[in-house]
């Protein structure tokens, strides 16, 4: 089993930044993906990003590439997702999520097992 919370969300004006942060715990050993996705009302849940717990090697949607980093540390466990130059449609409620697979894509919701609350992000005009 293993437990993600998030954390750092907020209300921020266009062009702004903010940090958010993934702690996990439990058999967070059997970690092979961290990811971040995020949700607008009415929309589906979307990738944001990835990062190989092992490796570092990180991946992006289009819409954040250039603007959001993703990093982890291992000996805290914990993933950070960096935000910059953000835009109204940006708002959403972000989560964190753990994939113990390998193989299953890490774009895909469906692909990871453990999931964070959610922490929303406001982004005004």
């Known amino acids: 089993q293993v437990h993600v919370v998030e954390s750092g969300g907020g209300l921020v004006q266009a062009g702004g930044s903010l940090r958010l942060s993934c702690a996990a715990s439990g058999r967070t050993s059997s970690i092979y993906w961290m990811g971040w996705f995020r949700q607008a009302p009415g929309k589906e849940r979307e990738f944001v990003a990835a990062v190989r717990w092992s490796t570092g090697m990180t991946y992006y949607a289009d819409s954040v590439k250039g603007r959001f980093t993703i990093s982890r540390d291992n000996a805290k466990n914990t993933v950070y997702l960096q935000m910059n130059s953000l835009k109204p449609e940006d708002t959403a409620v972000y989560f964190c999520?753990?994939?113990?697979?390998?193989?299953?894509?890490?774009?895909?919701?469906?692909?990871?097992?453990?999931w964070g609350q959610g922490t929303q992000v406001t982004v005004s005009s």
């Open positions: 999520a753990a994939g113990v697979n390998y193989y299953v894509d890490y774009v895909t919701a469906g692909g990871y097992d453990y």
